[in-house]
């Protein structure tokens, strides 16, 4: 799939999100190992630390619909600079997708792609649960 098509899901979802406390609005897509795309956005609360971000609710969506893993994800934020995934996200990326490319993109046409094993090195995952 081409980067272009993941990152336009990402602007599109990006429109949804509900960043009322932040104002920081955040879209993702994914591309499962089936080809089709998920697409997500952060998901705030009154109660802050219940936030999900946008990155997360797309993996989600995908697992619910069955995928197993995932090709590559898109990142768009508004940000000059571009902006990558949180801490947490990175953990989930690495448990669903591996060492898939991470587009960054913002609403300029910036983009940028780096690898999940440059955002995540030595990561923690199951290998180690054996
Ligand atoms: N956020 C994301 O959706 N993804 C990230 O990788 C960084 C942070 C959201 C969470 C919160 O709604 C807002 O951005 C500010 O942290």
């Given at each position: 799939m081409e980067i272009k098509e993941l990152i336009n899901a990402a602007i599109e979802a990006r429109e949804n999100a509900y960043a009322p406390y932040s104002n920081f609005q955040v879209g993702a897509a994914v591309e499962g190992e089936s080809g089709d795309i998920y697409i997500g956005c952060n998901v705030e609360s009154a109660s802050y630390g219940l936030t999900v971000c946008a990155e997360r609710v797309a993996i989600w969506k995908g697992i619910s619909r069955?995928?197993?893993?995932?090709k590559q994800i898109a990142v768009v934020v508004d940000t000059e600079e571009l902006t990558p995934p949180c801490g947490v996200c990175r953990q989930i990326i690495w448990e669903f997708c591996g060492d898939v490319p991470v587009i960054l993109s913002n609403l300029h046409g910036n983009t940028e792609t780096i690898m999940m094993s440059e955002l995540l090195p030595r990561a923690f995952d199951s290998k180690f649960l054996k």
């Open positions: 069955g995928e197993k893993r995932f």
